[in-house]
């Protein structure tokens, strides 16, 4: 039975590589305190433009690549989903269901809260004096920056390069206190209130303490120790944010100054990030 027609499943994402399901999780695990009752099932279906030889060596070799890039940071104490089972013949990886809201989800609904306040967009919002509920804003985009700062140096510390960083490709474990977990958002899924989950308002987010993050979706992830490597993930992080968050450039700053002080050669790829960008305004310019 395939995953699609398990009664037990719920596809939550589709993408050009992998399908990402939630699934009831049966096993107990002797490692984790708490036995799960749902996993996130990543299954890369056999790919009909490809050689069906050849598909079947690269689509476990993918499958292998990624369980050992997460289990690489899992012993060096990143937080990411743990690894349940690996099936690299049928090309799926069970893993861990992280709860909360994706970076993306939070940055979203910032600035949707921004809007009914009547902040206006961009220029407009910047522009306004900074009154008591902007000061709280900046203070928890500042503590979630620095949060994913961290976590990015961690992750590079245990020379492992992302890929595709995106703020969907981020969670913020379990919310901060005073906001419950949200069901329905897990590794991989990027849905938060979708699939009527409702949203907890973000404006009951504390902001003294520090939101946890955990890094997810290393289908692209490659181990280097290499310094333009991780420039080019800085580089990949920031095009996605000016993209997707284009009021949010403080908090990548922040996220920047993080890293600098917090990886080992921080700043030394910072720098190369200056690089990475010319090259990218290059290639732009001539196609």
Not at 25 to 44: D, F, G, Y
Not at 53 to 66: F, N, Y
Not at 148 to 156: D, P, Q, R, Y
Not at 222 to 240: G, Q, T, W
Request: hydrophobic share 40%.
């Amino acid at each position: 039975m395939s995953l699609a027609s398990h009664p037990h499943s719920a596809i939550i994402s589709q993408g050009a590589e992998a399908c990402v399901f939630r699934i009831e999780w049966p096993i107990p695990l002797p490692t984790l305190a708490r036995p799960p009752t749902t996993a996130i099932a990543k299954h890369r279906p056999p790919k009909p433009y490809r050689h069906p030889l050849l598909d079947a060596k690269i689509t476990p070799r993918r499958v292998l690549s990624e369980a050992r890039c997460l289990a690489r940071l899992t012993r060096a104490g990143v937080d990411v989903p743990r690894v349940f089972l690996v099936d690299p013949e049928g090309g799926v990886l069970y893993m861990e269901d992280v709860p909360g809201l994706t970076v993306k989800e939070v940055l979203w609904a910032w600035a949707k809260e921004e809007e009914e306040r009547g902040g206006g967009a961009g220029a407009e919002r910047s522009a306004q004096p900074q009154d008591a509920d902007s000061a709280y804003v900046s203070d928890r985009a500042k503590a979630l920056a620095e949060s994913v700062g961290l976590a990015l140096a961690n992750m590079h510390a245990a020379e492992v390069v992302h890929g595709d960083l995106t703020t969907s490709n981020m969670i913020v474990r379990g919310g901060w206190p005073g906001v419950d977990a949200v069901s329905g958002t897990g590794a991989g899924s990027g849905l938060g209130s979708k699939g009527g989950v409702a949203q907890p308002s973000v404006a009951t987010l504390s902001t003294v303490t520090t939101p946890r993050i955990s890094l997810i979706d290393f289908g692209l992830a490659h181990v280097s120790p290499m310094i333009d490597d991780r420039a080019v993930d800085l580089y990949v992080l920031k095009r996605a944010m000016l993209s997707t968050h284009p009021e949010a450039g403080g908090v990548f700053a922040h996220i920047l100054d993080t890293y600098a002080c917090a990886a080992a050669q921080g700043s030394q790829v910072v720098r190369q990030l200056a690089e990475v960008e010319r090259r990218g305004r290059k290639r732009s310019m001539v196609g």
